[in-house]
């Protein structure tokens, strides 16, 4: 039905995909000994997702997003194609920035909550056509509490009126086919992105976060791209030091990112002039913001799923660009 493999965790948020050969019991990230978290299973089709021959796309469709999509990269995203290098970037002492061309991620969607703030919960995901819809429950098995019309559904690609279990009640003279539950789903894709490694003033996860968050939205203000043509994984601490990764997200990579590693003749300070970019226009924004946002907001770097204490600070983000670019911290 597809590839099977495990999205693991260790204590100090190094996120990484492994494939179902490997069995991991050690954070594949060079120096690092922190204890694995429990391993999530991942289910990566093997023809990929399509929509069904009964509801086609249409150029009026109307957008309903199911859960939220993350990256995590595999434990070969580092060793493809050799990175590019640059240390001290832009005379900024512990600054390191590599370039890594055709770098593996996986797109991965878990699903939603449950109504008591559980889960996420998966999907179901039928073994007969593929058909597959997001979980209302944790912990179903078997044909227990499907959800929505699951049990209704018509096969993804047959034609007819008659649903998917009728079909295969007439097949095999069983009630309902085999179902797959509570099953978190991903795609493989390649791309361009360049990690950032900071210098010991960024001393802490939240700085690195918000940095990230920062770093991301004004690099896509500052090459004039749509906000979601560049994304991030979660901050990592690799040897000491925290280390962001941004890529393209457009399949295959469009060289976004390596415009803010590799910047065409005559433009050397890009990089510099991106990190000041962000600080300007996407952390203080003007005098009047910068006085009055607290933590963080719309205007800034104010993350649509998080709540509160749970945003991105831009004050650590502010200090941290400061001190990196040599200025005044106020």
């Not at 069983?174 to 991903?186: E, K, N």
């Not at 390649?190 to 939240?206: A, E, K, Y």
């Not at 896509?220 to 043509?229: G, I, M, N």
Request: net charge neutral.
């Amino acid at each position: 039905f597809g590839l099977r493999g495990v999205l693991t965790a260790c204590g100090q948020g190094h996120v990484a995909f492994h494939f179902a050969t490997l069995n991991p019991t050690t954070c594949p990230h060079v120096g690092c000994t922190a204890a694995l978290n429990v391993p999530q299973q991942i289910l990566i089709p093997k023809f990929g997702f399509s929509t069904s021959i009964h509801d086609p796309p249409t150029s009026h469709i109307q957008e309903e997003r199911v859960g939220d999509v993350e990256y995590a990269g595999t434990t070969t995203v580092r060793t493809k194609v050799p990175p590019r290098k640059r240390d001290n970037a832009f005379g900024v002492a512990g600054l390191s920035i590599c370039a890594f061309d055709g770098g593996e991620l996986v797109a991965l969607n878990r699903g939603q909550l449950d109504n008591q703030g559980n889960g996420p919960c998966g999907f179901a995901v039928c073994l007969r056509c593929g058909y597959s819809e997001v979980e209302q429950r944790t912990n179903v098995q078997n044909h227990d509490h499907l959800p929505g019309d699951f049990e209704s559904h018509q096969a993804l690609r047959h034609s007819g009126r008659s649903t998917c279990f009728a079909a295969y009640a007439r097949e095999s003279g069983i009630q309902r086919p085999p179902v797959l539950r509570g099953q978190f789903l991903a795609a493989r894709s390649t791309t361009d992105l360049i990690s950032i490694r900071f210098p010991s003033i960024v001393n802490s996860r939240g700085t690195a976060h918000a940095l990230s968050v920062a770093l991301t939205r004004g690099a896509a203000r500052f090459l004039r791209l749509d906000r979601r043509a560049i994304d991030a994984l979660e901050p990592a601490e690799v040897g000491g030091r925290w280390e962001i990764t941004l890529f393209d997200t457009h399949p295959g990579g469009a060289g976004d990112v390596f415009e803010l590693f590799d910047p065409p003749p005559g433009a050397e300070g890009r990089t510099r002039a991106w990190f000041e970019h962000t600080l300007n226009e996407v952390i203080i924004v003007e005098h009047d913001h910068d006085a009055r946002c607290i933590r963080a907001c719309n205007r800034c770097i104010q993350l649509r799923n998080l709540h509160g204490v749970d945003q991105p600070d831009r004050f650590l983000a502010r200090t941290a660009l400061r001190q990196m670019l040599n200025l005044p911290n106020i």
